[in-house]
């Protein structure tokens, strides 16, 4: 049996967090009847995972780098483009332009990484948030697979009111 | 516990094998089971089936735990727009345990047949840069034999006999098991070819539909390729051969023992240079050494022991499968899949199509040899995480995300689906070869192998030409094309991979002889697919299963 090691403490600050999941939720958006990165934790799930070493996976140093360089310019770079709205406040629209621009590596005032790099890399992990057995700390209680209907027929997803 | 094998100490074997894989634990069981006593070197440890546990998409696949890892012990492909430049590829298919890929696989087990024994007969004349391609030197008629012994040893299910273009067996011959379950979307598949003339049929698998050797049926917990199995239903050479071998008391099997060198002295094997579990240099003699650790490293061993080359033939002719695929969706067809007790969650239901084994169309003369296709259901053939990462939308929109993503997701949950995995022969070519990497060295000290491949129109062609066809086909069913991929030219890797050390007839053509020793040095023999003369069209390891069988049971007595 291999037991995964629960990290503690997380890796992003909750700061940091937020930014994270609105990039997230832009690469898998929830609507009414089916779940999105946010419905599922996804964020949490990356929180955990750069907490962990290259023990569990060689990339995740270099993953821990990349976040750390690009949340702040990002968040800088959306200000100046969106009329003074960061990363956190940007809205369903403005969120995919964001995106957009950042997978074709297009988007302004960016450096210190590579924007298409950045992309594939938050495109991958989220999948992984959403779609990994729960044990991650993502799929929040598997309720990506019942939507989806991995190992199991598919159910109906309602979000809870909020 | 991921440990070490306790087997008995033999310090004079009467043979080295070198991995305990398909190869290396079918020659240690045929081997003791004449007499002999064999020590077969692992270099990985031994894996047993609760260390697969808790079957994990992300630990286990995303994470390439079973694997080698790209940035310490690669291979080096030299590609980029000139096919010059070094990068490391991740080898899927190396598998370093007790069991080697066999632990991994997806089990397919369909039979090479007489159109890849006898190639040259089905290329189209004159074909330009297929002058290397020759026909091999034993027949189907005298590998069935050892087909019937693999496919029951191993233990494989299928039915002999369903489709005209199914592999040709003995009269009353059957497998030991029936097929293992069916994909639900099987009938419609088996209807919509057949208004065609073509004829799906299930595919031979070595995992259990029925208790069988001891083991027990697959529970179809939906992890196959790139898993290992926690219950033993999946064959490997770790719960077949290996057991029997070590149960008569003549297997020693040493694992994290890595052999460096294969040694000889005038003309003959003497034994093998390895590292032991703490790295220390050590030598064992034999009068006989077998090599099984995939086509590639055993040419990268047979370099790198300067095992004597007049002709220049080590590593070269190194040839991949054309693989290509397609996937559908049917917008009038309901999701195939009812639940979890309706189907399997894997691609181990899946059928085979062989209509397109040799292309038979007057509109394309310059087609001949063709391949098969592997027919899954798109929304449970893989895991998830792979499935969406790898998704399409449409030929040209790769990646997806967004409102692509969900739509995607939508169709995979509503509509019914078909995915077409393409596996064709390859035109032998002398510059698809491998090296000695003169930069790169591996964990153990040794270079890495580096290779040079570029794919032959002929394949590009034949692989173009077959999903159109299948395309076509599913088309007229109400199907909308999601994904089509052709073969390219470049290969980084990938694990259907042969010819390295080709066997022959003639010493100035060829590495190995018929029984796969070595022309340049006596008692050195080769089982895994560096044999194969040239690439055939299946999934290729039920043929290497059949021919180790064949050597080992044919080789003369030691000294």
Not at chain 2, 55 to 67: A, C, G, N, P, V
Not at chain 2, 232 to 246: G, H, K
Not at chain 2, 309 to 323: F, Q, R, S, V
């Amino acid at each position: 049996m291999w037991i995964l090691r629960q990290p503690a403490p997380e890796f992003f600050s909750e700061e940091e967090k937020r930014l994270v999941e609105v990039l997230l939720e832009g690469i898998l958006p929830g609507t009414d009847s089916s779940p999105g990165a946010s419905d599922v934790g996804a964020a949490d799930y990356l929180s955990r995972l750069l907490a962990l070493d290259a023990s569990e996976y060689y990339e995740i140093p270099k993953w821990q780098q990349l976040y750390r360089t690009a949340l702040p310019v990002l968040d800088v770079a959306a200000q100046a483009q969106y009329g003074g709205h960061g990363l956190a406040a940007l809205s369903a629209e403005e969120r995919r332009d964001l995106l957009t621009k950042l997978s074709q590596g297009t988007l302004e005032g960016v450096s210190g990484f590579d924007q298409k790099t950045l992309f594939a890399t938050l495109r991958g992990h989220c999948l992984e948030g959403c779609f990994s057995d729960p044990r991650w700390g993502g799929n929040k209680d598997g309720s990506m697979w019942r939507w989806y209907g991995y190992l199991q027929k598919p159910q109906v997803f309602r979000r809870a009111a909020s | 516990m991921i440990g070490r094998a306790e087997t008995p100490t033999i310090e004079k074997p009467d043979a080295i094998i070198v991995g305990a894989g398909a190869g290396g634990g079918t020659a240690a069981r045929v081997l003791t089971q004449r007499g002999w006593s064999v020590v077969v070197f692992e270099k990985g440890r031994l894996w047993t089936a609760e260390d697969f546990l808790p079957y994990d998409e992300l630990h286990f696949h995303e994470h390439k735990t079973l694997i080698p890892h790209v940035d310490v012990d690669p291979n080096i492909y030299m590609g980029g727009p000139n096919f010059d430049t070094p990068t490391p590829s991740e080898r899927w298919w190396i598998v370093n345990m007790v069991g080697g890929a066999t632990m991994i696989w997806d089990a397919n087990m369909p039979r090479y047949t007489r159109e890849d024994f006898e190639v040259t007969k089905y290329l189209p004349d004159g074909l330009e840069g297929a002058e290397a391609m020759v026909d091999w030197p034993w027949t189907y008629d005298e590998f069935q034999p050892w087909f019937e012994l693999a496919e029951w040893e191993w233990g494989m299910s299928g039915r002999a006999g369903q489709a005209p273009a199914q592999e040709p067996m003995r009269a009353g011959y059957d497998y030991p098991m029936p097929p293992i379950r069916a994909h639900s979307s099987s009938q419609f598949l088996i209807d919509s070819f057949m208004k065609a003339g073509m004829k799906p049929y299930f595919g031979p698998h070595a995992i259990n539909s029925q208790t069988y050797d001891g083991r027990p049926a697959c529970s179809y917990c939906g992890f196959n390729q790139f898993f290992g199995c926690a219950v033993n239903s999946r064959a490997s050479s770790a719960n077949t051969v290996l057991p029997r071998a070590i149960a008569t008391g003549r297997c020693d099997l040493r694992t994290e023992h890595c052999v460096t060198r294969l040694a000889f002295e005038n003309g003959k094997a003497t034994g093998v240079h390895y590292l032991d579990p703490d790295g220390n240099e050590q030598f064992l003699a034999a009068p006989l050494v077998f090599v099984s650790i995939q086509t590639i490293e055993s040419a990268r061993l047979f370099l790198y022991s300067d095992i004597p080359d007049p002709n220049k033939m080590i590593g070269h002719y190194l040839t991949y499968h054309a693989k290509g695929d397609a996937e559908l969706t049917f917008p009038l067809q309901p999701a195939w899949d009812l639940g979890a007790e309706y189907q399997p969650r894997t691609a181990i239901g899946s059928l085979q199509l062989r209509d397109l084994y040799v292309i038979d169309d007057r509109k394309r003369p310059d087609l001949g040899k063709g391949g098969k296709f592997s027919i899954y259901d798109p929304y449970t053939w893989a895991t998830p995480i792979r499935l969406l990462k790898g998704a399409f939308l449409g030929p040209d929109k790769a990646s997806i995300w967004g409102d692509d993503l969900r739509a995607y997701m939508d169709e995979l949950r509503h509509q019914g689906g078909a995915y077409f995995s393409f596996t064709g022969d390859a035109i032998s070519l002398y510059d698809n070869r491998v090296e000695l990497d003169p930069e790169r060295k591996d964990p153990w000290g040794i270079p890495v192998a580096r290779t040079y491949y570029r794919h032959h129109p002929y394949e590009r062609a034949v692989s173009e030409y077959c999903l159109e066809r299948v395309c076509e086909i599913m088309g007229d069913a109400g199907g909308e094309v999601r994904r089509l991929l052709p073969q390219t030219e470049a290969n980084p890797g990938y694990g259907h991979v042969h010819g390295t050390l080709r066997a022959g007839k003639d010493p100035a053509a060829s590495v190995l002889d018929e029984n796969c020793q070595s022309h340049t040095v006596k008692n050195l023999y080769v089982l895994d697919n560096a044999f194969m003369p040239t690439a055939g069209a299946s999934n290729p390891t039920l043929t290497l299963l059949a021919n180790a069988y064949r050597v080992c049971s044919n080789v003369s007595e030691p000294r």
